[in-house]
């Protein structure tokens, strides 16, 4: 039921390239890879769950192993979670930034490309926001997060720039509790 200490100690540093390797890969993949999943995603994510198992533990298979493999897991997710919170530009390196896909009613190909959203992805997404028409869009963006965000046009006030009616909503804001 226990394993030697060099075989844990081996166990914990598989399970770091691991974590570090598919921490990496993940992130190349692009943002919308990490929205909302289809079943494609969630296949794709058990199959490298069960490939990399192996690659963590090795042949150890005791409960120790399994242990120090999900500990390493677990601390190097603190450790990141812990810097990404401190460092700006860290977060943005992991996660990424926003991508517009529409401005002022006008789809932005390039963006689209770039952010892997294809034109049936981008309508589908505005009819979820109860927007039917482009046009109706003032600004649609991909986020980190791989969702897509839309502010329509009439969500604006008439005669002002969206930044300076947010300005104005906050200055008549009630003083937080």
């Known amino acids: ?3 030697p200490w060099s ?3 081996d166990v914990a540093l598989r399970t770091t390239i691991v ?3 598919l921490l990496a890969g993940l ?3 692009g943002t919308r890879q990490l929205g909302q999943m289809s079943t494609f995603d969630l296949v794709l994510l058990l199959i490298i769950a069960n490939a990399v198992q192996n690659a963590m533990v090795g042949p150890d298979t005791s409960l120790a192993g399994g242990l120090v493999a999900a500990g390493v897991l677990i601390g190097w997710h603190r450790v990141i979670d812990w ?8 977060a943005k390196l992991l996660a990424g ?4 896909l529409i401005h002022g009613g006008k789809v932005l190909e ?8 294809n034109r ?3 309508l589908q997404a505005l009819r979820e926001h109860g927007v039917a028409d482009i046009g109706d869009v003032l600004l649609a963006v991909l986020e980190p997060d791989g969702a897509i965000s839309v502010i329509r046009s009439d969500e604006v006030m008439p005669g002002t720039r969206p930044h300076h009616r947010i300005k104005a909503r906050r200055a008549t804001a009630p003083p937080p509790c």
Do not use: P
């Not at 930034?97 to 517009?100: L, P, T």
């Not at 390039?110 to 959203?117: K, L, S, T």
């Open 110 to 117: 390039a963006h689209c490309r770039r952010g892997g959203i």
């Open 7 to 9: 075989v844990l100690l």
């Open 1 to 3: 039921m226990t394993a």
């Open 83 to 90: 810097w990404r919170l401190r460092s700006r530009r860290f």
């Open 27 to 29: 992130r190349l993949t």
């Open 97 to 100: 930034e926003g991508i517009m």
């Open 120 to 122: 049936d992805e981008l």
């Open 19 to 21: 974590y570090l390797a």
